[in-house]
């Protein structure tokens, strides 16, 4: 069988990374898509674990190579999600995670929606948001009110995803997350129905 692909989206400082890393942890044949991105490197953060960090000059020629499903520019940097590790993935019948903002939703949502599962990912309220961010302590208050604000812009697109999650307790959080995750992946294609049908 093809694989499935889960999209979570949300703001920075919801606690997006957190829960995917338990996910990752608990799924078996599972793939997260590592982002390229331009935006310097967070303390804490490592090259090849949370992004691939390159520079506007790579980043635009792989634009021109076509090396990305989709791409968006986030907060004044840039984000892509290369294709061919995707396809590979579903090739092997993989759930592929991918962590992107509402634009990369979007395009992604054309491309692949027979097997597409969204999830939107938030706080309980925008004041809990900024404090989690100014307890993370890796932005200055000029990012964090720049996060904010693209918060409140992504907030006003919920109704574009499948599914909302509120990241108030943590395993509450992540258990709905599991049962989402668990869900999507009996999302089959047209092919592996065909498939199926002419077996049965
Ligand atoms: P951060 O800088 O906090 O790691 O990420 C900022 C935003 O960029 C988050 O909303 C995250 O989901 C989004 N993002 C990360 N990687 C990608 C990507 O490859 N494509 C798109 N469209 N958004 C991404």
């Given amino acids: 069988m093809y694989g499935n692909i ?14 995917i890393t338990e996910i990752l942890r608990e799924e078996k044949d ?22 691939h960090y390159i520079t506007k000059e790579q ?5 021109g190579e076509n090396a990305f499903l989709e791409w968006a520019e986030v907060h004044g940097n840039y984000y892509g999600t290369s294709l061919k590790p995707i396809y590979k993935a579903l090739q092997e019948g993989k759930l592929v995670i991918l962590d992107i903002d509402v634009q990369g939703h979007q395009i992604v949502k054309k491309k692949f929606s027979r097997i597409l599962t969204s999830i939107f990912l938030t706080t309980p309220s925008k004041n809990e948001l900024q404090k989690r961010l100014q307890n993370r302590g890796t932005d200055g208050e000029e990012t964090i009110q720049r996060r904010l604000k ?16 509120v ?4 395993t509450i959080a992540l258990q709905q997350l ?7 992946r009996l999302k089959p294609t047209l092919e592996d129905i065909k498939h199926f049908v002419a077996q049965w």
């Fill in 30 to 51: 599972v793939y997260f898509s590592l982002s390229s991105t331009t935006r310097e490197i967070r303390e804490g953060e490592a090259e090849g674990i949370n992004y």
């Fill in 59 to 63: 980043f635009k020629q792989e634009i």
């Fill in 167 to 170: 990241n108030d307790d943590f």
């Fill in 6 to 19: 889960v999209i979570i989206s949300g703001p920075s400082g919801c606690g997006k990374s957190s829960l």
């Fill in 178 to 184: 599991r049962t989402v995750i668990k869900t999507s």
């Fill in 150 to 165: 693209n918060a409140i812009i992504e907030m006003d697109r919920i109704d574009e995803y499948d599914y909302l999650i």
